[in-house]
């Protein structure tokens, strides 16, 4: 079973940035790939950017060009670069595997963007 660590949310401005964190604690780090999920008040959560084990990454179409998820194996961690945040993008932010294979949630990082 793999630990989810997340950090790095904050409250920010309209336009400014964020750069979150997850280490994920266990052996199988570099064999699978990993996706950042949010959810917002509410809603459902969603998964809003993926790479795979070769680094080919996804996004969903709201962050694509403003997001850019990477991965640091050697640190066992993935990043979530957020550029040009929006009010929109206010959620508590995980990481996952991905596929997601039903393994547990980390607790999460609270990202609000707001004037």
């Known amino acids: 079973q793999v630990q989810l660590v997340e950090s790095g949310g904050g409250l920010v401005q309209p336009g400014e940035s964020l750069r979150l964190s997850c280490v994920a604690r266990?052996?199988?780090?570099?064999?699978y790939g990993w996706g950042w999920h949010r959810q917002a008040p509410g809603k459902q959560r969603e998964l809003v950017?993926?790479?795979?084990?070769?680094?080919?990454?996804n996004y969903v179409d709201s962050v694509k060009g403003r997001f850019t998820i990477s991965r640091d194996n050697a640190k066992n961690t993935v990043y979530l670069q957020m550029n040009s945040l929006k009010p929109e993008d206010t959620a508590v932010y995980y990481c996952?595997?991905?596929?997601?294979?039903?393994?547990?949630w980390g607790q999460g990082t609270q990202v609000t963007v707001s004037s």
């Open positions: 266990g052996n199988i780090f570099s064999l």
């Open positions: 950017a993926t790479i795979t084990s070769g680094r080919t990454t």
């Open positions: 996952n595997l991905f596929p997601f294979l039903g393994s547990s």
